[in-house]
């Protein structure tokens, strides 16, 4: 199966593995997955550094570190995913990162990773929690 993981899946896999459900961590450790991150997660982050939601001592770096840590491949955002992220018919979220994700997936035909319950709810979208 191909996931798309969502960001705060990311970065419970790094730093807080049992807040994972099981059958999220089950697909996370599967070597049958196919593991995809956008850049929008590694944005998010940032932003939630930034406004000391999260702490981070050097945000940069412990991005690029996590990276090397991630056994996923980064999934480009595209102008179809950009179009997409704003045609979600039925999409209650107004915010813009799980748009993109929610994009990414339809488009690129991915899985959600993702404990969120809006997103889970929209039906177009394929997810695991």
């Known amino acids: 199966m191909r996931y798309l993981l969502d960001t705060h899946v990311w970065l419970w896999q790094l730093v807080e593995p049992e807040r994972l459900s099981r059958k999220a961590s089950a697909a996370l450790d599967a070597p049958e997955s196919e593991l995809h991150l956008s850049p ?27 990276l090397q840590r991630t056994p996923a491949s980064m999934v480009e955002i595209t102008h179809e995913i950009a179009i997409r992220s704003e045609s979600l018919r039925g999409f209650g ?9 929610a994009a990414t997936c339809l488009v690129h035909d991915l899985a959600l990773i993702t404990s969120d319950r809006g997103l889970r709810r929209y039906r177009q979208l394929t997810t695991l929690w």
């Open 93 to 101: 979220g107004a915010d813009p990162a799980d748009r993109f994700l």
């Open 40 to 66: 929008i997660s590694v944005w998010e982050v940032l932003v939630l550094a930034r406004k000391k939601r999260i702490l981070l001592d050097e945000p940069g770096s412990w991005i690029r570190e996590a």
